[in-house]
T-cell receptor
Framework: AQKITQTQPGMFVQEKEAVTLDCTYD???????LFWYKQPSSGEMIFLIY??????QNATEGRYSLNFQKARKSANLVISASQLGDSAMYFC?????????????FGTGTRLTIIP | EAQVTQNPRYLITVTGKKLTVTCSQN?????MSWYRQDPGLGLRQIYY???????DKGDVPEGYKVSRKEKRNFPLILESPSPNQTSLYFC????????????FGPGTRLTVT
């Protein structure tokens, strides 16, 4: 069974600094996808970025990048030049590409607070 | 507007009183799923559906039922709710199970007393 671990329950970062949110995963499957979602205080879930296990380059979306280290089974989210609007809960998730196991497994989340 | 809608958004009920939370999407998505979110536990998948008439258990299916009679709708049924089902529930959909992005509904906050 797949598992996602986010070891940082909360983080405080100064505005304009870069921030790295940690995510490690565990699976025995070779083909899988990794995701990051943002949940602001308003409660909605916002998709940020996706990385496939066979993608050779790290995924990037604007100020978001995913630092994918396959051998270490880590998929850290990097936010460059943080803004006050980045304050939110962030969830890492994974899906394995196995027929009959089309689940999406989430981590417990990291609450990021950006300090002005 | 492309969206996933859930109703009701808030519900307070009593133990044992059957309830249904509706979920509907207007994007012709094949994959739909239900999650519950609890403090310290993140989101956990309850059930998912690959397509009409095809549903499967997620990680925490006990106490819940689902059905997928139409592509756009995926209701979550609690036949006999208990206080441990007090939670924030999200419905989500995507074009297929291996799509990059899932679209989430606004959430339903359920309290069972």
């Amino acid at each position: 069974a797949q598992k996602i671990t986010q070891t940082q329950p909360g983080m405080f970062v100064q505005e304009k600094e870069a921030v790295t949110l940690d995510c490690t995963y565990d699976t025995s499957d070779q083909s899988y996808g990794l995701f990051w979602y943002k949940q602001p205080s308003s409660g909605e879930m916002i998709f940020l970025i996706y990385q496939g296990s066979y993608d050779e380059q790290n995924a990037t979306e604007g100020r978001y990048s995913l630092n994918f280290q396959k051998a270490r089974k880590s998929a850290n989210l990097v936010i460059s030049a943080s803004q006050l609007g980045d304050s939110a809960m962030y969830f890492c998730a994974m899906r394995v590409d196995v027929i009959g196991n089309e689940k999406l497994t989430f981590g417990t989340g990291t609450r990021l607070t950006i300090i002005p | 507007e492309a969206q996933v809608t859930q109703n009701p958004r808030y519900l307070i009920t009593v133990t044992g009183k059957k309830l249904t939370v509706t979920c509907s999407q207007n994007m012709n998505h094949e994959y739909m799923s239900w999650y519950r979110q609890d403090p310290g536990l993140g989101l956990r998948q309850i059930y998912y559906s690959m397509n009409v008439e095809v549903t499967d258990k997620g990680d925490v299916p006990e106490g819940y039922k689902v059905s997928r009679k139409e592509k756009r709708n995926f209701p979550l049924i609690l036949e006999s709710p208990s206080p441990n089902q007090t939670s924030l529930y999200f419905c989500a959909s995507s074009l297929s199970y291996d799509s990059y992005e899932q679209y989430f509904g606004p959430g339903t906050r359920l309290t069972v007393t």
